[in-house]
């Protein structure tokens, strides 16, 4: 990776004669320090795989519309790794981890259908965002955005099975549109909205219902 502050003059000229591909971040001065430039024109580029991994993620995340608060929770992550490399004082928040997970899932539980940022998140909790992430993969073993996620797929399944329409459950559990819901809860789930809910049948029985389901493998963790 090569990071480059603002106003530093380069040619942009590969080294070989095939040329190169580049994907680019604009960052603003929230998220890296100016104060930072200095060791940014020093030392501009990292050789980093976690960094390299983070910054791919964010790329891809952000083609996605909906999934806001994933793409901020892996910028948090790469501000941090920046901070590390450029930031001779860098120090880790000093919250404890476990307080701070429970805290912030207690959050994002009572905003599930409005949706927090972690900008707000970190505010309210007296956290720096990274801190939030991590803290939070570390103790319950998957993201934030992933735990938000989960918890809206099971609010999902349980209001499809009143009969409510795909489009007024996507809007009820807090995902971006009703395609937002369609796509992953076929991820989830194995099965679209509409077909989870009409492959359901009474059971004569209290009016209990049977459900009929497949269920996909589960994504792999990503911390």
Do not use: C, W
Not at 154 to 181: I, M, W
Request: charged share 25%; aromatic share 6%; glycine share 8%.
């Amino acid at each position: 990776m090569t990071l480059l502050p603002p106003f530093v003059p380069h040619d942009g000229r590969a080294a070989t004669h095939s040329g190169f591909h580049k994907r680019v971040l604009y960052l603003d001065s929230s998220v890296l320090a100016p104060g930072l430039a200095g060791a940014a024109v020093d030392e501009p580029d990292m050789r980093d795989p976690v960094l390299r991994r983070r910054i791919d993620q964010l790329h891809l995340v952000l083609d996605r519309p909906g999934e806001e608060f994933e793409a901020e929770s892996r910028l948090a992550l790469i501000q941090d790794r920046l901070r590390q490399h450029l930031d001779r004082h860098f120090r880790e928040d000093s919250a404890p981890p476990r307080r701070v997970a429970d805290e912030l899932r207690q959050l994002l539980d009572s905003r599930l259908a409005t949706g927090i940022t972690l900008q707000e998140a970190g505010l309210l909790l007296g956290s720096h965002p990274g801190h939030l992430v991590r803290s939070f993969g570390a103790a319950f073993g998957l993201p934030p955005h992933r735990y938000i996620l989960s918890r809206r797929i099971e609010r999902a399944r349980a209001l499809l099975l009143t009969g409510l329409k795909p489009a007024d459950v996507a809007a009820e559990v807090g995902f971006h549109d009703q395609a937002h819901l369609h796509r992953h809860f076929k991820r989830h789930v194995g099965v679209t909205p509409g077909v989870f809910a009409n492959g359901r049948s009474p059971a004569g029985n209290g009016g209990a219902v049977r459900e009929r389901m497949h269920y996909a493998a589960a994504p792999p963790v990503d911390r």
